[in-house]
């Protein structure tokens, strides 16, 4: 071996080199998790901004009144709400009371079920007398020209939109089936069958909140 590989690998290996590239690396992890951490505190409070007017906006679509309806911040969900939304075919994310003028309407739902190409997240409202108010889709990932017929509330062939069909079903009207008290849009049976059991989980969950 050379002289001169011999004194390169003496100084790769010399204690001060590797003192001075470690201190190197940490002073650089540093400044780059500080430049993360700046960046974070300036965009975070935006960001909860605009997912809360997301959020809000999507209540104001399922709820009987939405001019004067106001939400109250995201209530706790508990293990019997929980276990409410599994039996019902679905699962609760986030739970809101409504008000009317001061007084209790029930509460807003964000619900996730299965439909046909994935996850349909959607918000329901339900009243304070354990009505659905309304439904609306929040995400989905169902195939455009077929399951995004439901996402897009298009008519079934009664003419009614096929979310809207779901205005003023009760915990009575328990299971909410298709093709028995729930009609399916056209070629989309999947994902109408999706938003059914969201809405059967958000009737569960409601029942349980009194």
Not at 75 to 101: F, I, K, Q, R
Not at 126 to 136: A, F, I, Y
Request: glycine fraction near 10%; proline fraction near 3%.
């Amino acid at each position: 071996m050379s002289t001169e590989v011999k004194s390169k690998e003496k100084v790769n290996m010399d204690p001060q080199y590797i003192i001075k590239l470690t201190v190197t690396l940490f002073v650089t992890c540093v400044v780059v998790a500080g430049a993360l951490g700046l960046v974070n505190s300036v965009t975070a409070g935006p960001i909860a901004q605009i997912n809360k007017e997301k959020t809000e906006a999507a209540m104001k679509m399922v709820v009987a009144d939405p001019d004067n309806s106001e939400f109250s911040d995201k209530l706790e969900l508990t293990e019997e709400m929980t276990a409410a939304a599994t039996a019902g075919g679905g699962s609760v994310t986030e739970a809101y009371a409504v008000t009317v003028n001061g007084e209790s309407d029930g509460y807003a739902l964000k619900i996730v079920a299965s439909g046909s190409q994935g996850n349909i997240e959607m918000m329901v409202g339900v009243d304070g007398e354990g009505t659905v108010t309304g439904v609306s889709i929040v995400d989905n990932s169902e195939t455009a020209g077929i399951g995004s017929k439901v996402i897009d509330n298009e008519p079934l062939a009664s003419g009614v939109p096929v979310l809207d069909q779901f205005q003023g079903k009760t915990a009575a009207d328990m299971p909410l089936t298709v093709g028995s008290n729930v009609d399916a849009i056209s070629g989309a049976t999947v994902s109408t069958k999706g938003v059914t059991a969201g809405v059967n989980a958000a009737l569960a969950v409601a029942a349980v909140m009194g």
